[in-house]
């Protein structure tokens, strides 16, 4: 299914729903960021995504780990809760979502690391590459805040 961001966008359609998803910021030893290159658009983004029935939002972050790097995950603590409402996702399907994220971080404990459906690519990079990066404008904000001095989460 494709997907178009927008991002405060007079052209933008009206959201029609407002799921909750999960984001997940990983570093390794070295300092370097967990990152996933979107099958739907092609941008490197944090793993993470779309809580279902049943599960907590922390699951659905170690879920969407596992599923997107093939990687398990411990969560370590809370970055952030981001919510604006111009930021929407449409996707081919009719659905336009708002944005709904809440992004954790969280360590590497096992696994083995390999790519989905959802991922064409995986890769650890390190935060003076993160420019060089075809990233979205809400994963740029968040990797900011997550890379930043911040000591208290982001509540936007």
């Not at 049943?54 to 398990?72: D, F, H, M, W, Y």
């Not at 954790?104 to 890769?123: K, P």
């Amino acid at each position: 299914m494709s997907r178009q961001d927008y991002w405060h966008e007079p052209t933008a359609p009206a959201a029609n729903s407002i799921p909750p998803g999960a984001g997940v910021f990983v570093r390794d030893d070295r300092g370097r960021v967990l990152l996933v290159r979107r099958a739907d658009s092609g941008n490197w983004t944090l793993p993470g995504g779309m809580q279902e029935l049943g599960e907590s939002i922390t699951q659905t972050a170690v879920r969407e780990v596992r599923e997107e790097t093939g990687l398990e995950v411990e969560i370590t603590g809370l970055l952030g809760i981001y919510t604006d409402p111009g930021h929407v996702m449409a996707y081919d399907d009719g659905e336009v979502r708002q944005e709904f994220v809440v992004l954790f971080a969280a360590d590497v404990i096992g696994g083995t690391e390999a790519i989905s459906e959802e991922s064409t690519s995986l890769r650890w990079a390190e935060p003076d590459e993160l420019d060089g990066l075809e990233m979205h404008r809400s994963v740029r904000l968040r990797l900011s805040h997550a890379l930043g001095p911040r000591n208290d989460p982001y509540l936007g």
